[in-house]
Antibody
Framework: EVQLVESGGGLVQPGRSLRLSCATSGFTFDEYALNWVRQAPGKGLEWVSGITGDSSNIGYAESVEGRFTISRDSAKKSLYLQMSSLRAEDTAFYYC???????????????WGRGTLVIVSS | IQLTQSPSSLSASVGDRVTITCRASQGISSYLAWYQQKPGKAPNLLIYAASTLQSGVPSRFSGSGSGTDFTLTISSLQPEDFATYYCHQVNSYPNTFGQGTKLEIK
C-alpha cells in the first residue's frame, strides 16, 4: 500500500525558515517523481515544486522560486521541502504527492499524503 | 502556463449531464489531468493524459481535448459527485492547476 506522511509543519514567524519532510512507503522510491502541492485554507490547489525520480529535473512555482528547495533521499525514501524567507501568503496545507507512472511522458500525482499545516504569522 | 476553468461554480441535479472546461494559455499536448476534491480531503485523480480514466474511477467520468482546450464530463451526476474539480497540467515545469470548479446541488 502506498503511503505518504508529511511532517514538519507548524507556526513560524515571517522571514524564518522551516523544513517539511515526507516519509514514503509502498512503492519503488527511485522510479517516481514527487511533488509538493499546497492549499491555503478555503482556497484552491497550488503546485509548489516537483522532482524527478533521479533528481535530474526539478521545478518550482514562480511564487516560491529562490526561497524553497526540494530534495529527496533514496536511502530514507523521503522527500523534503526547505522553505526560507517565509511570508504570510505561504500559509497553507502542504501535501506530498507521488506521480503516477507513465512510461514515456510526464504524469500527474496519483497518491497524496494527508498534508501538514504551515502557518506564517508573527 | 495558466489554466482557466469555467464555470467557477455550477449548480446541478442528480442525473444531470455536466461539463467543465479548462483552457491552457499555451499548448500542452495531452498532458492534462482532472481531480475531484471533497472538503478536508486530498484530491482524487480522475483522468490523466486528457482522456484516460484512472483505475477505480466510475465510467460516468470522461475527459477530452488536446492542445489548449479540454473538457471533463460527468454523464449522470450522482450524490457523491458534488465536490470541487481541478484541472492540472504536467506538460512542463512549473506545473499548474486551474482555479477550481465547485459543483453544488441544485
Amino acid at each position: 500500500e502506498v503511503q505518504l506522511v508529511e511532517s514538519g509543519g507548524g507556526l513560524v514567524q515571517p522571514g524564518r525558515s522551516l523544513r517539511l519532510s515526507c516519509a514514503t512507503s509502498g512503492f519503488t522510491f527511485d522510479e517516481y517523481a514527487l511533488n509538493w502541492v499546497r492549499q491555503a485554507p478555503g482556497k484552491g490547489l497550488e503546485w509548489v515544486s516537483g522532482i524527478t525520480g533521479d533528481s535530474s529535473n526539478i521545478g518550482y512555482a514562480e511564487s516560491v522560486e529562490g526561497r524553497f528547495t526540494i530534495s529527496r533521499d533514496s536511502a530514507k525514501k523521503s522527500l523534503y521541502l526547505q522553505m526560507s524567507s517565509l511570508r504570510a501568503e505561504d500559509t497553507a496545507f502542504y501535501y506530498c504527492a507521488k506521480a503516477r507512472y507513465c512510461p514515456t511522458a510526464p504524469c500527474p500525482p496519483d497518491y497524496w499524503g494527508r498534508g501538514t499545516l504551515v502557518i506564517v504569522s508573527s | 502556463i495558466q489554466l482557466t476553468q469555467s464555470p467557477s461554480s455550477l449548480s446541478a441535479s442528480v442525473g444531470d449531464r455536466v461539463t467543465i472546461t479548462c483552457r491552457a494559455s499555451q499548448g500542452i499536448s495531452s498532458y492534462l489531468a482532472w481531480y475531484q476534491q471533497k472538503p478536508g480531503k486530498a484530491p482524487n485523480l480522475l483522468i490523466y493524459a486528457a482522456s484516460t480514466l484512472q483505475s477505480g474511477v466510475p465510467s460516468r467520468f470522461s475527459g477530452s481535448g488536446s492542445g489548449t482546450d479540454f473538457t471533463l464530463t460527468i454523464s449522470s451526476l450522482q450524490p457523491e459527485d458534488f465536490a470541487t474539480y481541478y484541472c492540472h497540467q504536467v506538460n512542463s515545469y512549473p506545473n499548474t492547476f486551474g482555479q477550481g470548479t465547485k459543483l453544488e446541488i441544485k
